[in-house]
């Protein structure tokens, strides 16, 4: 069986809301989803880490580039680096910001550049929106492509836009399909 680690950082629950769909996506396409909250990895998520055939990396925009929180994550894995542990696992990114555009894709530079860092093989995204598919509406709504970038909604409900829940959802199914054709 497929295993994907989530590794994620969350301030107020929207970030939470994506891996949580991402999650629900990967569990329904069999593969072993393990969410991580990158303020408090212990031993075993570490060891998961290592163990994973996927790392998704998650973390909110805040001033135009991952959450301090995340960045702490990022630069405690020096020692990972070194050693090349995560070398060959797929890896993706995912981020969530007030505006559509938000700067969030400079977040997901941040995390492409982070994996590319660890040797690790980059999954983006591969959901075209309504301006070109109009039965996709609300899909991909911020037209990124490097991973997944959402929406704030002002429904607390939902926390995050409906459109960019459902994409969510596809990209867990993506990376499902990706890590299962990366492992033959
Ligand atoms: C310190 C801070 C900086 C932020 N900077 C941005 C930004 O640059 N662009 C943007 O669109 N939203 C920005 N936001 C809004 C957050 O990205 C948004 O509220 C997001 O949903 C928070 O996700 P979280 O609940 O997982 O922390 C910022 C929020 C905070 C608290």
């Known amino acids: 069986m497929v295993n994907v680690a989530i590794a994620y950082f969350s301030g107020r629950g929207h970030t939470l809301r994506l891996a949580d769909y991402i999650a629900g996506a990967l569990g329904d396409e069999n593969c072993n989803a393990r969410l ?54 797929l890896a993706g990114g995912f981020t969530v910001a007030t505006f559509p555009g938000g700067d969030k894709l400079s977040s997901l530079m941040q995390m492409n550049i982070f994996a590319a860092q660890h040797g690790m093989v980059w999954v983006g995204q591969d959901q075209i929106g ?38 969510a959802r596809r990209f867990g199914v993506r990376v499902a399909r990706a890590a299962r054709r990366w492992s033959v």
Do not use: C
């Open 130 to 167: 309504a301006p070109v598919v109009p039965e996709n509406d609300g899909i991909n709504a911020s037209g990124v492509w490097l991973g997944l970038g959402a929406t704030t909604s002002r429904d607390k409900t939902l926390m995050v836009h409906q459109g960019d829940l459902e994409t």
């Open 36 to 89: 991580i909250d990158v303020t408090q990895v212990t031993e075993m998520d570490w060891a998961a880490m290592e163990a994973a055939d996927a790392i998704l990396f998650g973390a909110p925009t805040y001033m135009g580039s991952v959450a301090a929180e995340f960045k702490m994550f990022m630069d405690s894995t020096s020692g990972i680096w070194s050693e090349q542990l995560w070398a060959d696992k």
